[in-house]
């Protein structure tokens, strides 16, 4: 064994009092536990005393009790259950099952009674309650019977007396036709003898026997009704007094009195039925008849409301018998279960004193055994202390002390080891754990100087080779260490960068290395970086140092806990520059390197801020003419090409302070500010103009294109941004419309104009909803033959309040927002859908848009229609403009050659407006070419307009086509057409558009000129 610290070896324990300390605690434990153990049987001797008493109170007199208690509600439930169910109505059945529930419960009540009666050995005679209780349900069964009986006789009473009404209704109705036609009949008469009277034609006598004949039965017929209806007024009062609980006197009086009124009703009945039949309306009596026996079945038949009502009374009468009965069956019952109550109060007074007493002794022996233990516990307690607590105690504050100061020194034992129990022995264990750890701590000391040695030259291997410049600093602005990669950074001496050197010299030496820029953005003066520097040392910060061999360098200073301060440098070079990139990407367009729209309207919305400083400036927005037709005809490579010259030239038209942007596509903008408006705007959009429209060499390719400008000026025009470009927009619609290559400024008449073609597009789609559109229809007129060939189907639009609006005003804006393709399929079903319905021999043509085309749906429409219509195809004649092939002319003839196919005819319309080409004749054989009417108008006086009616027949018969005159109002437009050749006509000399509804009667017309001329001037 090891020698402690006091150089002595500890004392050994001596085996036979090794566990003196043990023994003495279980001998205390086992005296308490003999006490304890004493003491309880004494509270279970009680306890189970008080539970003997306490159960005869709680299982069986309490319960009886509330058993008893029971009964009497229940009893009292069968009255309030009937009570009850005559108020609610309830059913018959449901009210016998609930009782017969009540009953059920209070039988299994008694019983209950009756076992704890026996149980307790007390001799109460309960066969009187269940004889009671047998009395009492029957009265209630026979009370529920005689009940039924009077809900079954009430719900005949009310079925007779609503089916009795409805016959006195029938009845009343039959009376009222038939006094009706007699007082008519009185009427005509009187007219008649006063029209006879005056002229004379009827003589006396005749007039004498018509009057008989009217006193004889007209007369007769309205009399006996009339007694009838009143008699049947008596009915009405018999029903009130059989609905108003009548006794039986009552219902003999209504008996008789409804006797003696139906020998009325038959006696009149009898003579009715006799002047009905010689007056020839028999047919009138039967109805009469029929309600009137039905109502005297309802009135005195076994089933009628007297029979119903004499039962329903006898039912009551029965009920308030049973009633009363058990009601006296009830006092009874009720005073034998007071007795029982009371018997069974008694018991349960008893049993309770009893309880009482028992508790109360139990209280004084527990008490008493309680302070018994009390006392031997403290005595235990201080004897404990002595040999226990009090050596822990010093063996305690030894161990804390030893912890507050750290030195390992043992206890003194020699009033410890004087008791020679196992605290003395744990006292000398402690004695030789503290030299044993004494030695540890030595032994320990050394190898955390060894780990320490190495964790350092890892540290110093990791610092030497990490990315980041790195430099530590002590509290006082000294360097620590620094690694090779702060040196390269700051390109710094050797004879500097040791420990020691002042954070003050090596910072000074960094704002050296620094940009001029740098330095002048900073401050300028060196000294005052330096001090600044030196002044926040202690403080955490990050700064940013822009250095003159093109690096930028991040220095974030981190503070330690003993007041030294880490520094790390980082360079960040390549990150400026990719974040600068990307700052660059984000605001330009990446084709072009122009502003993009962020930008454009960033840099607009500080010139606005300006403008309200009292600044003027200009919107101009505009983009390039016939650039599609570049991309299409020439490829996107050059159009992207095109685009980048175009930027070009912007670049070169505009100064440093303007913005000039790529908004999409071809449209560009550009934002002109702190120059005399409008004149700057007006020059910078002719030089835009000018500039743009001068030819391109792009790939071999010599490229013309265009400019339309629309300007906005600030503030006049817009004080916002969406404002001025909403504006410059609008003007560059103007420009556009104007005929392109030019420039406009923006009015407000362009926005009101504006506004009026939004809220003409939100009617054009409410009209498209709700259907407002309608299909007129102009007849084309055969010139040989003069008779109707077919129609045209015309839209027309009859708006709510603007009345019809011209198709000129509203089709070229269903075009644009595409509404036109889906109205197309429609108007294409409905006028094949009314052609079918005609002669076989006339047709229907049909206008096309472009974007039925552009959509790649005419096919399907087309045989959608035809299939819908069941229209043969070739009375379906399909119209397309010159405008229309200029688009996609490829495409576009494909797809009229997939409706030839189809057996439906094509017509070329306007023919002669728009881009006339004759070689869409030769590509595509058209069955008619329609001439416009803005030639056929000038007929016959302009020798131009005669030339080209003249060509397009000439041409037109060479090619075997068919040509029509549109527009023809007057004799001599239809002779001059007739004499060059033209096929058929169109116009409102024959007819106007018409409504479907009048399509009909134009096919029966023949055009008959001289007619016509001879109709118009006489008119």
């Not at 002044?535 to 822009?546: A, D, G, K, L």
């Not at 835009?688 to 400019?707: D, K, N, Q």
């Amino acid at each position: 064994m090891k020698r402690g610290a006091s150089g002595r070896r500890p004392a050994r324990t001596d085996p036979a009092k090794q566990y003196r300390l043990r023994r003495t605690l279980t001998g205390a434990f086992l005296l308490l536990a003999l006490l304890g153990g004493a003491c309880g049987a004494v509270g279970l001797v009680y306890v189970s005393r008080i539970n003997a008493t306490v159960s005869v109170f709680a299982d069986l007199t309490s319960p009886m009790l509330t058993t008893t208690t029971e009964l009497v509600e229940d009893a009292l439930r069968y009255r309030s259950s009937l009570s009850t169910a005559w108020q609610r109505q309830v059913a018959p059945d449901q009210l016998r099952a609930q009782v017969e529930e009540f009953h059920a419960s209070a039988m299994g009540k008694i019983a209950t009674l009756r076992s704890g009666f026996q149980e307790m050995g007390i001799e109460i005679a309960l066969e009187r309650a269940i004889a009671l209780e047998e009395e009492l349900i029957g009265a209630v069964a026979r009370t529920i019977d005689s009940y039924q009986v009077q809900r079954a006789a009430a719900q005949l009473l009310k079925s007779a007396a609503q089916e009795t009404g409805r016959m006195m209704a029938i009845a009343e109705g039959s009376l009222q036709l038939i006094i009706t036609t007699a007082e008519a009949e009185i009427v005509a008469l009187e007219e008649q003898t006063k029209i006879g009277v005056q002229t004379g034609s009827v003589s006396v006598e005749a007039l004498g026997q018509t009057l008989a004949r009217f006193f004889n039965l007209t007369y007769q017929i309205l009399e006996k009704s009339r007694w009838i209806s009143r008699t049947l007024e008596h009915f009405e009062e018999t029903g009130a007094v059989l609905h108003a609980h009548p006794r039986e006197k009552d219902l003999a009086a209504v008996a008789g009195k409804s006797v003696r009124h139906f020998a009325i009703i038959d006696a009149l009945m009898a003579h009715l039925r006799g002047r009905l039949v010689v007056a020839g309306r028999a047919e009138q009596f039967d109805p009469l008849r029929e309600a009137l026996n039905r109502l005297k079945a309802l009135m005195m038949g076994p089933q009628g409301m007297l029979a119903s009502a004499r039962k329903a009374m006898a039912a009551q009468h029965a009920m308030a018998l049973e009633g009363r009965k058990a009601a006296e069956l009830e006092t009874v019952y009720f005073a034998l279960l007071e007795e029982v109550r009371e018997a069974v109060a008694t018991i349960n007074a008893d049993a309770k004193r009893s309880a009482e007493s028992t508790i109360a002794d139990a209280r004084l022996v527990v008490a008493a055994s309680l302070a018994l233990a009390l006392l031997v516990a403290l005595l235990l307690g201080a004897f404990l202390s002595r040999r226990i607590t009090w050596p822990l105690s010093r063996l305690t504050m030894h161990a804390v002390a030893i912890g507050e100061t750290g030195k390992l020194e043992p206890m003194p034992t020699c009033d410890i080891s004087r008791n020679r129990d196992e605290i003395a022995t744990l006292a000398l264990a402690f004695n030789r754990m503290i030299d044993e750890l004494a030695e540890a701590r030595s032994q320990l000391i050394a190898q955390s100087q060894e780990e320490v040695r190495v964790q350092y030259g890892r540290l110093s291997a990791a610092v030497t080779n990490m990315p980041q410049g790195l430099a530590m600093f002590d509290k006082d602005r000294r360097l620590v260490v620094c690694n090779e990669r702060y040196s390269e950074l700051y390109e710094l001496p050797r004879d500097v960068i040791h420990a020691g050197t002042s954070y003050e010299r090596l910072v000074r030496i960094a704002f050296e290395r620094c940009t001029p820029e740098f330095l002048a953005a900073q401050g300028g003066d060196i000294g005052e970086l330096v001090s600044g520097a030196v002044e926040t040392f202690y403080s955490r910060r990050y700064s940013v140092r822009e250095l003159r061999h093109g690096r930028t360098v991040a220095v974030r200073h981190t503070p330690m806990d003993d007041g030294g301060v880490v520094a790390t440098h980082e360079d960040i070079t390549e990150r400026r520059r990719t974040e600068a990139k990307i700052a660059h990407m984000a605001m330009h367009d990446m084709l072009t390197d122009l502003a993009n729209r962020t930008a454009f309207v960033e840099s607009l919305s500080e010139s606005l801020a300006r403008v309200q400083r009292g600044e003027e400036m200009a919107v101009l927005y505009f983009d390039l003419d016939h650039f599609k037709h570049v991309n299409d005809s020439l490829g996107h490579p050059v159009g992207d090409a095109l685009l980048r010259c175009v930027a070009d030239r912007l670049r070169a038209c505009v100064r440093e302070t303007d913005t000039v942007a790529r908004l999409g596509g071809d449209e560009f903008a550009i934002v002109q500010a702190s120059l005399g408006q409008p004149r700057g705007a007006a020059e910078l959009a002719a030089r835009l103009v000018a500039e743009i429209s001068r030819p391109y060499e792009i790939a071999g390719h010599t490229v013309v294109i265009g400019a339309s400008v629309g300007v906005a000026l600030a503030p006049g025009d817009g004080t916002d941004a969406d404002t001025l470009l909403r504006n410059a927009d609008m003007a560059l619609y103007r420009s556009k419309a104007e005929g392109r290559g030019t420039y406009s400024f923006f009015e407000p008449a362009m926005d009101a104009k504006m506004q009026a073609r939004r809220a003409l597009e939100l009617q054009l789609r409410r009209a498209n909803a709700l259907n407002e559109f309608e299909l007129y229809y102009q007849p084309l007129v055969a010139t040989k033959s003069g008779r109707v060939s077919g129609c045209e189907a015309l839209l027309r639009w009859n708006h709510p309040t603007r009345g019809v609006v011209p198709t000129s005003e509203f089709i070229p804006i269903a075009e644009e927002i595409g509404l036109f393709a889906e109205l197309g399929e429609r108007i294409l079903l409905e006028a094949c859908k009314a052609a079918a319905a005609w002669p076989p021999d006339l047709t229907i043509a049909v206008n096309l848009s472009p974007s039925q085309f552009t959509a790649g749906r005419i096919l399907r429409d087309v045989k959608h229609a035809l299939a819908r219509s069941g229209l043969e195809p070739h009375r379906l004649e399909l119209e397309i403009t010159e405008n229309l092939l200029l688009k996609d002319p490829d495409s576009i003839i494909a797809g009229l050659y997939e409706l030839r196919t189809l057996g439906v005819r094509v017509a070329i319309d306007d023919y002669g407006t728009g881009h006339s080409s004759l070689g869409y004749l030769r590509r595509f054989r058209f069955d008619r070419i329609k001439i416009d009417q803005s030639f056929v108008h000038d007929l016959p006086g302009r020798r131009d307009a005669v030339a080209i009616v003249r060509a397009v027949n000439g041409l037109a018969a060479a090619l075997g086509i068919e040509t029509v005159a549109e527009g023809v109002e007057t004799d001599e437009q239809l002779a001059e057409a007739r004499s060059e050749g033209c096929s058929a006509i169109q116009g409102k000399f024959f007819s106007a558009p018409v409504p479907l509804c009048e399509v009909d009667a134009l096919f029966s017309r023949q055009l008959e000129p001289d007619r016509r001329r001879t109709q118009r001037n006489a008119a």
